[in-house]
């Protein structure tokens, strides 16, 4: 099942039984974005702040396998639909859903390329509400395809072969640019890798093709062959970074989900 979607796919197969619509969009803090209005028909919204580990002081942390599975399935959601994700903003939020799916062990999950502003350019169909369930599935969570990682893991992998590859924007990531959340300090985890994730978008929200995403990777000097740690800010372009190495062929992939907000605010080692 492909990871990535195109307006076209989706389209075509809009109002298939087996075809399950999320939307996925989050705001960042302090966004003041005019995003485009209304869903796609069929669509349900996967709010990742509630669908969460919410005794976490962190926001959007994932939650248990209890918690996933009764949220989807009241989604009426089942193991065997084909799940799509899109946001409001293009792509921003729909891997953190991709990967959450893929980390209960969902293999048919995809996110949509270009998301609502991409539907809505082709002229695709647009519904002011979103669909309500016709019942209720079971959701089962199964074996992880990707991995979830809390600090300890991280300040492991420093010292290992493992990679950390850091989603934010280049001057948050060397510390010349402050961040969006108060109280945190400024700089990187030691060694990481830089690969942010606008860098891997055409302006229209839609990514690069992949043998610029390919070139873009080995520039940062990552090597897809050894296991990789994403971060970002908050864990939500994290997987977008995620995605794409998943579409690249690396196959250990962990996402470091408290993220900068959680190293930020500690005491961990910081590099600038």
Same mark, same amino acid.
């Given at each position: 099942?492909?990871?990535?979607?195109?307006?076209?796919?989706?389209?075509?197969?809009?109002? *298939?039984?087996? +075809?399950?619509?999320?939307? /996925? $969009?989050?705001?960042?803090?302090?966004? &003041?974005?005019?995003?485009? %209005?209304?869903?796609?028909?069929?669509?349900?919204?996967?709010? @990742? %702040?509630? @669908?969460?580990?919410?005794?976490?002081?962190?926001?959007?942390?994932?939650?248990?396998?209890?918690?996933?599975?009764? *949220?989807?399935?009241?989604?009426?959601?089942?193991?065997?639909?084909?799940?799509? /994700?899109?946001?409001?903003?293009?792509?921003? *939020?729909?891997?953190?859903?991709?990967?959450?799916?893929?980390?209960?062990? !969902?293999?048919?999950?995809?996110? #949509?390329?270009?998301?609502?502003?991409?539907?809505?350019?082709?002229?695709?169909?647009?519904?002011?509400?979103?669909?309500?369930?016709?019942?209720?599935?079971?959701?089962?969570?199964?074996?992880?395809?990707?991995? +979830?990682?809390?600090?300890? /893991?991280?300040? %492991?992998?420093?010292?290992?072969?493992?990679?950390? +590859?850091?989603?934010?924007?280049?001057?948050?990531?060397?510390? &010349?640019?402050?961040?969006?959340?108060?109280? #945190?300090?400024?700089?990187?985890?030691?060694?990481?890798?830089?690969?942010?994730?606008?860098?891997?978008?055409?302006?229209?929200? $839609?990514?690069?093709?992949?043998?610029?995403?390919?070139?873009?990777?080995? *520039?940062?000097?990552?090597?897809?062959?050894?296991? @990789?740690?994403?971060? /970002?800010?908050?864990?939500?372009?994290?997987?977008?970074?995620?995605? &794409? #190495? !998943?579409?690249?062929?690396?196959?250990?992939?962990?996402?470091?989900?408290?993220?900068?907000?959680?190293?930020?605010?500690?005491?961990?080692?910081?590099?600038?």
């Amino acid at each position: 099942m492909a990871d990535l979607v195109s307006i076209k796919w989706l389209a075509g197969n809009l109002g *298939a039984e087996n +075809v399950k619509i999320l939307d /996925c $969009t989050w705001v960042m803090p302090g966004e &003041t974005a005019t995003l485009p %209005d209304g869903n796609i028909p069929g669509a349900q919204y996967f709010d @990742i %702040d509630k @669908i969460a580990d919410t005794s976490s002081d962190m926001k959007h942390m994932l939650p248990s396998g209890d918690v996933f599975s009764k *949220a989807v399935s009241e989604m009426n959601i089942n193991n065997s639909d084909h799940v799509i /994700c899109y946001d409001r903003h293009g792509v921003l *939020a729909a891997p953190r859903v991709w990967w959450s799916f893929k980390t209960f062990g !969902h293999k048919n999950v995809s996110v #949509l390329d270009g998301g609502l502003p991409s539907w809505i350019k082709a002229g695709k169909p647009i519904d002011t509400n979103f669909t309500k369930p016709k019942g209720q599935s079971y959701f089962k969570v199964k074996k992880p395809l990707l991995k +979830v990682a809390n600090s300890e /893991c991280v300040v %492991d992998a420093i010292e290992s072969e493992t990679q950390i +590859v850091d989603a934010r924007p280049s001057g948050r990531f060397y510390g &010349t640019s402050p961040e969006p959340r108060a109280g #945190l300090r400024s700089g990187r985890i030691p060694g990481s890798f830089s690969l942010p994730f606008g860098a891997l978008k055409r302006t229209d929200g $839609t990514f690069l093709p992949m043998h610029k995403l390919a070139n873009l990777v080995g *520039a940062a000097g990552i090597d897809l062959s050894k296991p @990789i740690i994403t971060s /970002c800010g908050s864990g939500v372009t994290a997987a977008g970074i995620a995605l &794409t #190495l !998943h579409r690249l062929g690396a196959d250990n992939i962990t996402l470091y989900d408290g993220s900068w907000t959680e190293w930020g605010a500690s005491d961990l080692p910081v590099e600038l």
